[in-house]
């Protein structure tokens, strides 16, 4: 079990079984065991909204427990605290597969950090670039100084 932190102060576990894979499939429609495939793992990752209704679909007993609803949770969830649950979410699920499996989605995890890495370097160096001041400022003059029509 992993845990992590919200932004409202509130501390969640993360458990992943059958029971709780079988709650995400029929809550959300999600199978969380093509995670294996990584295109689960590029889904997720890409869409933080929905991200955070799985992590909120496998805190649910603890959340009703807390009166805590998916509106609440949601509010707490930004920043940071997507991030550490995103890691909880992975590392769980790591260890929910047996071993055959679990070297393939580590593999798979390792992957897409390391590309991920890569594209925030890649943005980086681009932002970085001093031309690119230049080439913006360029198209921006350019389109400025075109005639404009009205009512055509």
Request: proline content about 3%.
């Amino acid at each position: 079990m992993r845990t992590f932190t919200d932004n409202a102060g509130r501390t969640w576990t993360l458990a992943i079984n059958v029971d709780a894979i079988r709650r995400v499939r029929s809550q959300l429609e999600i199978d969380l065991l093509q995670a294996v495939e990584g295109k689960l793992i590029e889904r997720l990752a890409g869409d933080p909204i929905l991200l955070c209704d799985v992590i909120y679909v496998l805190c649910k007993p603890e959340a009703d427990q807390r009166d805590v609803s998916d509106q609440d949770f949601g509010r707490a969830m930004a920043g940071d605290a997507i991030d550490h649950a995103t890691t909880s979410l992975l590392e769980e699920l790591v260890d929910f597969f047996p071993q055959s499996r679990r070297a393939l989605l580590t593999k798979a995890l390792e992957k897409f950090r390391h590309l991920e890495t890569r594209a925030i370097d890649l943005v980086d160096k681009q932002l970085d670039d001093p031309q690119l001041e230049q080439r913006v400022m360029s198209q921006l003059e350019k389109r400025l100084s075109e005639p404009t029509t009205f009512g055509d």
